[in-house]
């Protein structure tokens, strides 16, 4: 079983940039396909963006797509997701898990995109 754990949230100006961190541990990285999911208030829970580890294979939903790139740094056992040119239906908490997700859920970290 992967441990993952979510950093890197804050409050962003409409139009910045930011970029979150998925630290793994606990099994081997490289078994996994890594995802971003967001739960915006009031909604539910979506993925936007997965990352085949072994072979680097990404994946976009179209609401980010352009704006968002997931990338992994095998060595640090960390996924990252940079979003760019962020507006206020960005903010949301994020959270990452395995992909498909698995059935433990960390605590996320909140973005909130707001002047």
């Known amino acids: 079983e992967v441990q993952l754990v979510e950093s890197g949230g804050g409050l962003v100006q409409p139009g910045g940039s930011l970029r979150l961190s998925c630290a793994a541990s606990?099994?081997?990285?490289?078994?996994?396909?890594i995802a971003w999911f967001r739960q915006a208030p009031g909604k539910e829970r979506e993925g936007i963006s997965c990352?085949?580890?072994?072979?680097?294979?990404?994946y976009y939903v179209p609401s980010v797509k352009g704006r968002f790139t997931i990338s992994a740094d095998n060595g640090k056992n960390t996924v990252y997701l940079h979003g760019s040119n962020l507006g206020p239906e960005d903010t949301a908490v994020y959270y990452c898990?395995?992909?498909?997700?698995?059935?433990?859920w960390g605590q996320g970290t909140q973005v909130t995109v707001s002047s």
């Open positions: 990352i085949t580890i072994s072979n680097g294979d990404t």
């Open positions: 898990n395995v992909y498909p997700p698995g059935n433990n």
């Open positions: 606990g099994a081997t990285f490289d078994d996994y396909a």
